[in-house]
C-alpha cells in the first residue's frame, strides 16, 4: 500500500515539478506578451505550492516505507542524502518561483533561475544519480529540457484560448524552431542515461525494469510523433488558416495526456524497480 501511495504521490509531484519549473523557462524562451498574463501566472504559482506539498509528503512517504522509526539512519536516509537535497532543492527552487517580481527582463531571470534550482533536485536523487555524478547532471539537463516542454504545452493552450490569431501564429513558430533542439537534447541525454542505467551484457536482457523502460519509451515516441506532426502539418497551416488554432489545442490536449502517460510510467518504474534489481550474468548462472 506505501509503495502504491508513493508512486501516485511521485506521478503528481513530477507534474508539479515539471509545470512549476517548464512554465517561466518557456516564457522566457517563446517571449510572447500573452504568455505573462494572469492565468500563465496561476500555472506556475499553483505548481509551485503542490511541488513544496508534494515533496514534503514524498518525504513523509519516504520515512514510512524505509520503517518510520526516529533513528539516526532511517532519518539520515531521508533528509542528509540524495533525497534530502533533492527535498531542499525542490522546495527553494518553489519558493523562488513564488516570490513577487517584475514583468522586466530581470524578472524572467529570477523566475528562470527558480526553474533551474528546481530541476537540480534531479541530480541528487534518482537512479541517475545513483549511478555517479555525471549521470546526475545529465538526468538534469534531460528533465529542464522536459520542463521546457511541458511549460511550452501548458502556455500554448493558453494562448491559443485568449490570443488573437497572429499572435497565435507566431508563438507556434517559435515554439517549433525551439523544439527542434529541445528534442536533439531529450534524444542525447535519454540515451545516454538508457546506456548508463542499461548493463547489455546481462542475460536476460529483458528484465521487468526493461519492459517498464520500453513502455516509457512507446509513450515517448508516440509524444514525439503527435509533436512531429504538430510542426510539419499544424504550424504551417496555423500560418495561413487561424480557425485550426482549436485543432491545434486538441492535440496539445492529447500531447499532455501522453506526457501524462511517460509520467505515471516513471513514477511505477523508479517506485517498484531498480536497475541494479536485474541479476548479474553471473548471478544468472
Known amino acids: 500500500m506505501l509503495d502504491a501511495f508513493a508512486a501516485i504521490i511521485k506521478t503528481l509531484l513530477y507534474g508539479a515539478l515539471l509545470s512549476a519549473a517548464g512554465t517561466p523557462l518557456a516564457a522566457v524562451s517563446l517571449r510572447s506578451p500573452a504568455l505573462v498574463g494572469a492565468r500563465a501566472s496561476r500555472v506556475m504559482r499553483l505548481a509551485a505550492v503542490l511541488t513544496i506539498a508534494l515533496s514534503a509528503i514524498g518525504s513523509i512517504v519516504l ?58 533536485s534531479v541530480a541528487f536523487n534518482g537512479h541517475a544519480s545513483a549511478a555517479s555524478m555525471a549521470a546526475g547532471i545529465v538526468a538534469m539537463i534531460h528533465v529542464t529540457a522536459i520542463a521546457w516542454w511541458i511549460g511550452s504545452l501548458w502556455l500554448l493552450r493558453y494562448v491559443c484560448q485568449s490570443a488573437p490569431p497572429e499572435e497565435v501564429a507566431a508563438v507556434v513558430k517559435r515554439f517549433s524552431k525551439h523544439a527542434v533542439l529541445i528534442v536533439a537534447v531529450l534524444v542525447a541525454t535519454g540515451s545516454g542515461l538508457i546506456w548508463t542505467l542499461i548493463d547489455f551484457s546481462k542475460t536476460p536482457l529483458m528484465q521487468p525494469y526493461e519492459w517498464m523502460l520500453v513502455l516509457k519509451l512507446v509513450f515517448v515516441a508516440l509524444a514525439l510523433l503527435i509533436a512531429t506532426y504538430n510542426k510539419v502539418r499544424l504550424t504551417p497551416w496555423l500560418a495561413t488558416h487561424p480557425p485550426t488554432s482549436q485543432l491545434l489545442r486538441m492535440t496539445i490536449a492529447v500531447e499532455m495526456g501522453v506526457i501524462a502517460c511517460v509520467l505515471i510510467v516513471t513514477a511505477v518504474l523508479t517506485t517498484y524497480f531498480a536497475p541494479e534489481m536485474a541479476p548479474t550474468p553471473e548471478a544468472a548462472s
Not at 540524495?82 to 522546495?91: D, E, I
Open 63 to 120: 520515512f514510512a516505507r524505509l520503517g518510520g522509526e526516529f533513528d539516526a539512519p532511517t532519518l539520515g536516509a531521508v533528509f542528509a542524502s540524495g533525497p534530502g537535497a533533492a527535498l531542499a532543492l525542490q522546495v527553494a527552487g518553489a519558493m523562488l518561483l513564488l516570490t513577487p517580481v517584475s514583468d522586466d527582463t530581470s524578472g524572467a531571470l529570477w523566475l528562470a533561475s527558480g526553474a533551474l534550482v528546481v530541476t537540480a
